[in-house]
């Protein structure tokens, strides 16, 4: 689990001490190699938000929805093979 700041909140420790069958391992901090949806964001971030080139927020939102309904779920697998 990564370091984000509710996932160390009063009310997930005294779940995780009611519910002792789970057990939490937290990520190293600044690790997100580790951490696969980062990789995703990458991803987003390197073919859509990165050439600013979205005239307005609605081309904006209607590329990223492309990306996501066509981004690859299987790992190595960079992203998608649709023109985005």
């Known amino acids: ?39 995703l964001w990458q991803a987003l971030h390197d073919t859509i938000t990165r050439n600013h080139q979205c005239r307005s927020m609605w081309q904006l939102l209607k590329k990223v929805r492309h ?9 190595g697998g960079k992203h998608g093979l649709a023109k985005v």
Do not use: A, G
């Not at 009310?11 to 696969?36: A, C, D, G, M």
């Open 1 to 39: 689990m990564d370091n984000y700041i509710i996932h160390k909140s009063r009310e997930t420790q005294s779940w995780l001490k009611e519910n002792p069958k789970f057990r939490v391992i937290y990520q190293p901090v600044y690790s997100p190699w580790v951490n696969h949806v980062e990789r």
């Open 67 to 75: 990306f996501m309904e066509t981004v690859s779920p299987f790992p």
